[in-house]
């Protein structure tokens, strides 16, 4: 057993805690604090990991995690190294970003497109001038008849007349329609309610609903459970600039986010951004309830 899993282990007896009441405390789970207690480092999501949780560990069991961090700082694994930030995902596409930006870069992937647009340019001109030709070819032919031509003009002068007051009455009607239909489209909101905890309201009950989970600057271990649906749980670890797409199971009431490092971890509900507390890099809990839609309700009563 690694020296920092038994000084940590000890710590945890003396407190009388079981690693069941530490993954309840810590929300680590349970198997990332045995392979702590036994220095099985690699099994972690990473080495930002190793010094969090170990940090969270400490701390819960009434240890000095700054100290531990420092005492055994040759045993645990230091965070991103530098050659991580030359060679980072922002760097490699700003490189690609400038590449494909030139001139010649553009030249040669639209070729074709040129080609083409300049070909359809001079058949288009074409046919207009055959056109306009033939066009002064039937003006010669056709008599003189300015009576008749006078009496059709005025005539469909007023059919066109009544077809568009009849369009402008239809359209008026649909977009009242489509007003009375908006407005009792409810609103998504998402509102703090606690420490922590969120309320959502103005879910649509007849669309797809999305979470989209992101990483901003650094990577972030991330865990969502919906209580009642679990085969739609996820958790994993997103890259910096990487990010995932759940949909949330119909009828959801409740669900949970965990996040290693709210920092760095966004949130999106379809397509509302939710600010999550950002006030330390330690695994953190966030509660999301459902409100119950009452427009919606409304409007299919």
Request: proline content about 3%; aromatic content about 8%.
């Given at each position: 057993?690694?020296?920092?899993?038994?000084?940590?282990?000890?710590?945890?007896?003396?407190?009388?805690?079981?690693?069941?009441?530490?993954?309840?405390?810590?929300?680590?789970?349970?198997?990332?604090?045995?392979?702590?207690?036994?220095?099985?480092?690699?099994?972690?999501?990473?080495?930002?990991?190793?010094?969090?949780?170990?940090k969270q560990y400490a701390e819960t069991v009434g240890l000095d995690s700054h100290e531990l961090l420092s005492d055994y700082r040759d045993t645990i694994p230091e965070t991103q190294p530098q050659e991580y930030a030359e060679n980072s995902i922002e760097n490699k596409k700003r490189t690609l970003h400038d590449e494909t930006n030139s001139f010649g870069y553009w030249l040669r992937n639209n070729t074709g497109k040129i080609i083409i647009g300049v070909v359809i340019v001079i058949v288009v001109a074409s046919l207009y001038f055959f056109a306009v030709r033939a066009a002064k070819q039937r003006k010669a032919q056709i008599p003189d008849n300015s009576s008749a031509l006078t009496s059709s003009i005025k005539s469909q002068s007023s059919s066109q007349k009544s077809s568009t007051s009849k369009k402008d009455s239809s359209s008026s009607k649909s977009s009242s329609q489509s007003s009375s239909s908006s407005?009792?489209?409810?609103?998504l909101k998402v509102t703090e309610s606690g420490t922590n905890a969120f309320t959502i309201t103005g879910l649509s009950t007849t669309e797809t609903n999305q979470l989209t989970i992101g990483a901003s600057s650094s990577s972030a271990w991330v865990q969502v459970t919906f209580p009642n649906d679990s085969s739609s749980s996820w958790q994993?670890?997103?890259?910096?600039?990487?990010?995932?797409?759940?949909?949330?199971?119909?009828?959801?009431?409740?669900?949970?986010?965990?996040?290693?490092?709210?920092?760095?971890?966004?949130?999106?509900?379809?397509?509302?951004?939710?600010?999550?507390?950002?006030?330390?890099?330690?695994?953190?809990?966030?509660?999301?309830?459902?409100?119950?839609?009452e427009s919606s309700s409304s409007v299919s009563q």
């Open positions: 057993m690694d020296e920092v899993g038994k000084k940590l282990r000890s710590a945890r007896i003396e407190k009388g805690y079981t690693l069941d009441d530490l993954q309840q405390i810590t929300k680590i789970q349970k198997r990332y604090l045995i392979a702590i207690e036994e220095g099985n480092f690699d099994q972690l999501p990473g080495d930002f990991y190793v010094r969090a949780f170990i407005s009792k489209k409810a609103t994993s670890v997103l890259t910096a600039g990487g990010s995932h797409q759940l949909t949330i199971p119909a009828g959801t009431t409740s669900f949970t986010l965990q996040s290693g490092n709210t920092p760095a971890t966004t949130l999106k509900v379809n397509d509302l951004t939710v600010s999550l507390p950002t006030g330390t890099s330690v695994v953190q809990t966030f509660t999301f309830t459902v409100a119950a839609d």
